[in-house]
Nanobody
Framework: QVQLVESGGGLVQPGGTLRLSCTAS????????IGWFRQAPGKEREGVSA????????YYADSVKDRFAISRDDSQNTVYLHMSHLQPEDTAIYFC??????????????????WGQGTQVTVSS
């Protein structure tokens, strides 16, 4: 059974850091592009970052560039999202998903399937 499980969310103060994990079971994660998305209450799902299975190239939304970093540990079958300088507007449920087709680099949810259940990130003092 193909499954993605996110973890590492929580409550953090503004300016703080968190590391989210996306762990796969039932398939080998490095065979797929992996993206991170987030969804805040009342807002549409937003693409945050993605990493290529081919050469490890990384992609970021402008809103998180220079603050977030995506990486993968193939030995753990896991992709990480390192988040720093967190702000209240980063509060959302964060999801990971496998990318397909040729447009996953655009961080559009249409080009992703096999979603995890999400992990809540709350940035508040």
């Amino acid at each position: 059974q193909v499954q993605l499980v996110e973890s590492g969310g929580g409550l953090v103060q503004p300016g703080g850091t968190l590391r989210l994990s996306c762990t796969a079971s039932g398939f080998t994660l490095n065979h797929y592009a992996i993206g991170w998305f987030r969804q805040a209450p009342g807002k549409e799902r937003e693409g945050v970052s993605a990493i290529s299975s081919f050469d490890g190239s990384t992609y970021y939304a402008d809103s998180v560039k220079d603050r977030f970093a995506i990486s993968r540990d193939d030995s753990q079958n896991t992709v990480y999202l390192h988040m720093s300088h967190l702000q209240p507007e980063d509060t959302a449920i964060y999801f990971c998903a496998t990318g397909f087709g040729k447009d996953w680099r655009d961080l559009i949810a249409t080009w992703y399937d096999h979603w995890g259940q999400g992990t809540q990130v709350t940035v508040s003092s």
